[in-house]
C-alpha cells in the first residue's frame, strides 16, 4: 500500500515538471514581411494599402490617416525567441504620403504611384 502511493506521489511530482509540458507559439497582430512593404508608394489609396498589408491592427481613434501594423510573438520555448515589430502607415487625404518603422521601405516608395511610366484611364481619355 505504501509502495502504491508512493508511485501515485512520484508520477505527480514528474508530471509538473515544465519542461516537459509543450508551450504554444502565441502570434498576434499583423504579419508583415519585407516582400509587401517593397510594394508600397507615396500616393496608394488607403484601399490599394489595405489591399497589400490587410487591415491595420490600430487605426487613429479621432484620425483615420494613421495605421498601425503590430507583430507580436511570444514563445512557448524560451524568452529570447519573443519578437515584437511594428510599422506605421501616414496618410494625407487618404493617399500614403510616409511610412515607418521596423521595416526599410523600398527604393520606389518616393516615387508617386501612378507616375511609374504607365498611363491611366484618366490620362488616355480624350478631351
Known sequence: ???????????????????????Y??????????????????GMTQEQVKFILGSPVVMGMFNDQTWHYVYMLKSGRHEKLNMKKSFTLFFVDYKLTKAEGDFSVSENFNTPFNKTGKLTLDELAIN
Open 25 to 42: 507559439d502565441i502570434p498576434q497582430g499583423n504579419y508583415l514581411d519585407q516582400k509587401s512593404i517593397d510594394q508600397l508608394q507615396v
Open 1 to 23: 500500500m505504501l509502495f502504491r502511493i508512493a508511485v501515485v506521489i512520484a508520477i505527480l511530482s514528474l508530471s509538473a515538471c515544465s519542461n516537459w509540458v509543450y508551450r
